[in-house]
């Protein structure tokens, strides 16, 4: 009875918020209607009569298409576009006359409290969870009242209906800039409302209703503004109507947005004919216009070799689609946050670079300028966001090696030997396993995988030597180290936790650590090692001293005294099962803190492990970026993004944030650590 209680008040507080709705809705029809009438009854021109009557038969049309014919998307798809179209017909059709009429008061206070009640059903909405956020750019209703509103200028001279189609398109680019959640967004909202009720409808030189004009933009930014906050979707969710798009529509926007900037720069030239101040004009245009030219090649090129790192991208994504891969994990294998960090400082560049000859060539009495300006900000705070966030939320590229040594038997010397011919077969079998968990496990992750080493007889220390060496001077093909470096082995070990080679030799953490010193240098990659051998633990304990390098061991430690009759002893190849089922299923139910388990987890890191922040683009990784995409007549810009990586503006913030981490990490160390590569790092 509760259930049933619970379901019902939420019916109700469902059906109370579309009433809101239908309110907001009903007020404003009462609006526009009597704002017309007034038109009408002041100017007797019929035309004004036949738009609101023939409106007036259209929305009985779409009423009962909707109650009658349950044809809902043509109903609300006809009436959004005359709401659209009728609203704007009330901007533009104003004079000064009307301003005595005491309906035009009512109308004018009808409209404000449209906008109130608007903004009200949207707001509850959202905090009544009624609204299902779903990725797309622009809503139907969005679109068709955009269309509708554009159509409405048609009844002005050409150049001023131009520019008014123009400035919708920039509305609409705006409204897809909020719902992105753009790094920049809130700024371009404020320019956007600024410029336009300051300064475009004033160089139109048209009398508008200030108050209709208000109401229309209301309304359709109020639920993408809104949105910013409330909506809980990933980035990757956000773009997916644009990111999963076909290669040839993703290539075609890319070269749209281009034309749209050479159009914005041509634009932008026509103030080359103001000759009052061509002292001014001349010189400041000829120094920002070639600024701004080569900021915007290099604009293009990011955009279109992003594109191409996408598409390989969407290959390996529609390949392992079955392996239940998301497209996020596929672009951090590719080293896409690498690309997106560099190439978000590249936008940035020419962002300032549109805003500083936007000011420059600003033109008071030239609308379409205006408008193609108020496009070209957030198309490209648009690119600025979506590498930005890419760059914030996409795991670091991953490499992977595993030796596997099997055997359970140590001569006395150290030196391992071979199983007796009895236990081949279910060696054979051991082993098979752990090498098709480890190499499910890289797959799964998709880290880069250099090998995978099997060997019954032992490795020698110089073989181990040269593959390891090998292994930790790989390095992403767009240049830089990558940033996780995973280790496994699974073979005999010494009591001191060392690796048992053949020949009798062994390997030490601290001659692993020294040629990871070697290597990895002054980079910030880390490592992170992965023993399933009987002696882990002297390794977890002796890496929590390293406090130079970025180290993790992951561990496991054996039952030493087992009941046969309850559970079989454990054995290598027993962890890393049940270590990988962990990690690459999402519904396991392996719990590592459960009691009486005969395999348990645990690992140590270093001490400066909470340090750790994925590579970012040094001056060095911007030099190679730019001679690998763009021509060498962009590279003195390269001082420029050198500059703006140095910067550091929340130092002190960072400091306190980090102490406190290390604190964590060396108190309270956590039962599961998150790597940020997908997987985790456990102890029993």
Request: glycine residues 6%; hydrophobic residues 45%.
């Amino acid at each position: 009875m509760t259930r049933l209680e619970e379901a019902n008040r939420e019916v109700n507080m469902h059906s109370s918020v579309r009433y809101l709705g239908y309110l907001a809705r009903i007020n404003l029809l009462v609006a526009i209607c009597m704002g017309l009438y007034v038109r009408w009854e002041k100017t007797a021109d019929a035309l004004i009569l036949v738009i609101f009557i023939l409106g007036l038969f259209v929305l009985g049309i779409a009423s009962i298409l909707y109650y009658y014919f349950s044809m809902e998307t043509a109903s609300l798809s006809l009436s959004n576009l005359w709401f659209g179209f009728l609203l704007g017909l009330l901007c533009f059709l104003n004079n000064s006359a009307f301003k005595t009429d005491v309906k035009e008061e009512a109308t004018k206070y009808l409209l404000l409290s449209a906008i109130v009640l608007r903004i009200l059903c949207a707001l509850v909405e959202r905090i009544c969870g009624c609204v299902h956020h779903r990725p797309t750019l622009l809503t139907t209703v969005e679109f068709l009242e955009l269309v509708g509103f554009a159509i409405a200028s048609t009844t002005m001279l050409v150049e001023k209906s131009v520019s008014i189609i123009l400035l919708v398109l920039a509305l609409a680019m705006l409204i897809i800039d909020l719902r992105m959640k753009s790094f920049l967004a809130i700024p371009n909202l404020a320019i956007f409302g600024a410029i336009a009720s300051l300064l475009f409808f004033p160089s139109l030189k048209i009398p508008t209703n200030p108050f209709a004009l208000a109401c229309f933009f209301s309304c359709l930014i109020s639920d993408p503004l809104l949105d910013v906050y409330f909506s809980g979707l990933s980035v990757t969710e956000r773009w997916k109507p644009y990111l999963y798009r076909g290669k040839i529509c993703r290539r075609l926007s890319v070269i749209s947005v281009g034309v749209i900037e050479l159009i914005f720069f041509i634009l932008a030239a026509f103030k080359l004919r103001d000759l009052d101040l061509w002292y001014f004009v001349i010189p400041g245009f000829s120094i920002f216009g070639i600024f701004w030219m080569v900021c915007h090649v290099i604009f293009f090129i990011t955009l279109w070799g992003f594109h191409t790192k996408l598409n390989d991208c969407h290959r390996v994504y529609y390949t392992h689609r079955a392996e239940n891969n998301s497209l996020d994990r596929v672009m951090a294998s590719k080293g896409m946050r690498h690309f997106c960090l560099i190439s978000e400082q590249l936008v940035f560049f020419s962002l300032v670079a549109t805003a500083v000859l936007g000011a420059v060539s600003w033109q008071p009495t030239n609308g379409i300028f205006m408008s193609a300006f108020l496009i070209v900000l957030p198309l490209e705070s648009m690119a600025h966001g979506l590498f930005h966030e890419l760059g914030s939320c996409l795991g670091g590229t991953c490499v992977g090696y595993a030796v596997v040594i099997p055997t359970n038997f140590c001569s006395p010397d150290g030196q391992p030997t071979l199983l007796p011919p009895e236990h081949v077969q279910e060696l054979n079998l051991r082993s098979t396993g752990m090498l098709n968990a480890i190499q499910r496990f890289f797959a799964y992750h998709m880290i880069e995988m250099y090998g995978c080493d099997y060997s019954t007889s032992g490795l020698t220390f110089d073989a181990l030597h040269s593959k390891i060496k090998s292994f930790l001077e790989l390095r992403t093909p767009d240049g830089p180290r990558h940033d996780t470096y995973i280790l496994y082995y699974s073979g005999h070990s010494h009591g001191t936790g060392e690796w048992a080679l053949a020949g009798g030799d062994a390997l030490r953490l601290d001659t692993l650590l020294e040629w990871w010193r070697e290597k990895n240098g002054t980079f910030c990659s880390r490592l992170i090692i992965v023993l399933d051998c009987e002696n882990s633990q002297p390794w977890v304990k002796e890496v929590r001293k390293v406090n130079d390098q970025y180290v993790a061991v992951q561990g496991a430690e054996m039952a030493r005294v087992v009941d046969i009759e309850e559970a079989d002893p454990p054995q290598l190849g027993d962890f890393t099962r049940q270590w990988v089922e962990y990690n690459c299923n999402p519904d396991s139910n392996i719990s590592w803190s459960e009691k009486g388990r005969t395999v348990k987890a645990l690992y140590g890191v270093s001490k400066h492990w909470s340090d750790y922040t994925l590579h970012l683009p040094t001056g060095s990784d911007v030099a190679k970026h730019w001679m690998m995409y763009f021509p060498r007549i962009t590279y003195p810009l390269v001082h420029l993004a050198n500059w703006f990586c140095g910067l550091n503006l929340f130092w002190v913030c960072k400091s306190c944030f980090r102490c406190l981490k290390r604190l964590k990490m060396s108190w309270f160390l956590p039962t599961v650590l998150d790597t940020g590569q997908g997987f985790k790092l456990v102890k029993s």
